[in-house]
């Protein structure tokens, strides 16, 4: 494939619109379900899929932050489970919003301890902004890569306290979240492994986040398990192979591995949303699910 048939590489809330478009024959539901939901992802999907809380213990709980702020966040765990291993949930664009606490119950239902702390919140609720353009501006380019890292150690260490057994530590997060678990692995020592869902390989660099995850695959400290979309007009696969060769020229693949699912485009995990690919979506949340059992429940 020629340069010139690439697509366009899309900003953030471009590449979420674009991608909400592929089945409009889906219904679409509201009511007391949709309440819980960011209001920029509303309507919502009627392929949303809702976890059950029986077994679990999940609370709303706030953690002190290295700077003083008191951090909101989402945890959620198995009742009859001491001492579970540790995995944060990085949120997308839409703060911790209903689909967020669901992955957690999910992963939580999994055996895991799971904590999702909202990274957005000292720069306003995201989950209240309907508009795209005005949720990136006015908060999500706000947060700081120093910050955003900074936070997720504070989330570890507040769930290590907590009933987690912070020794076993594993990260995963989805679209504007699956580029911080490619700057996690590189931050922290004590990460066991991280899955990162359409997580942007290359960014346009600004002072608050300078950071861009091509540049960083040297400095990986724990295997990361990558997975893409190859319809994603946002991620287009020009910057995943160059993310490939970047991973194998420092020697970090294997163990670090990037799966791109061939009918799947940006957003394929997000059940809520039309860009839903179900099948897709389960094989990707099956190698999630062996990922971490690999490198993080196993404590290896």
């Known amino acids: 494939m020629t340069q010139r048939h690439q697509p366009e590489r899309l900003p953030e809330d471009r590449n979420w619109i674009a991608s909400a478009g592929l089945d409009r024959r889906r219904l679409l539901v509201a009511g007391n379900f949709a309440a819980g939901f960011a209001a920029a992802c509303r309507p919502v999907s009627s392929s949303a899929i809702q976890t059950s809380a029986e077994g679990l213990v999940e609370e709303s709980v706030s953690i002190p932050a290295a700077d003083g702020f008191a951090m909101p966040a989402f945890a959620a765990r198995p009742a009859d489970k001491e001492n579970a291993p540790l995995l944060c949930v990085v949120h997308e664009i839409f703060g911790v919003h209903e689909w967020i606490r669901d992955i957690c119950r999910r992963f939580a239902r999994a055996g895991y301890y799971t904590i ?3 990274l957005f919140a000292r720069h306003g609720d995201a989950t209240k902004i309907a508009d795209f353009k005005q949720l990136v501006s006015g908060i999500v380019s706000k947060a700081s890569d120093a910050q955003v890292l900074a936070d997720i150690d504070a989330a570890y260490a507040w769930a290590g306290g907590h009933g987690a057994d912070g020794s076993r530590r594993g990260i995963t997060g989805f679209c504007w979240g699956g580029r911080i678990v490619w700057l996690y692995a590189a931050h922290s020592a004590q990460l066991d492994a991280g899955v990162a869902f359409y997580g942007r390989l290359v960014s346009q660099k600004t002072a ?25 007009q ?63 429940k196993a404590g290896t």
């Open 234 to 296: 946002g991620i287009p696969l020009a910057d995943v192979d160059a993310m490939r060769a970047a991973l194998e020229q420092a020697g970090k693949s294997p163990p670090d591995e990037i799966t791109v699912y061939p009918g799947a485009d940006h957003g394929f995990m997000a059940d809520y949303r039309p860009s839903y690919d179900e099948a897709s979506a389960k094989a990707a949340w099956q190698a999630a699910l062996g990922w971490f059992d690999r490198y993080v």
């Open 208 to 232: 608050l986040q300078p950071l861009s995850v091509i540049e960083e695959a040297g400095k990986l400290k724990a295997p990361v398990l990558g997975q893409y979309g190859a319809l994603d």
């Open 116 to 118: 999702a702390p909202d």
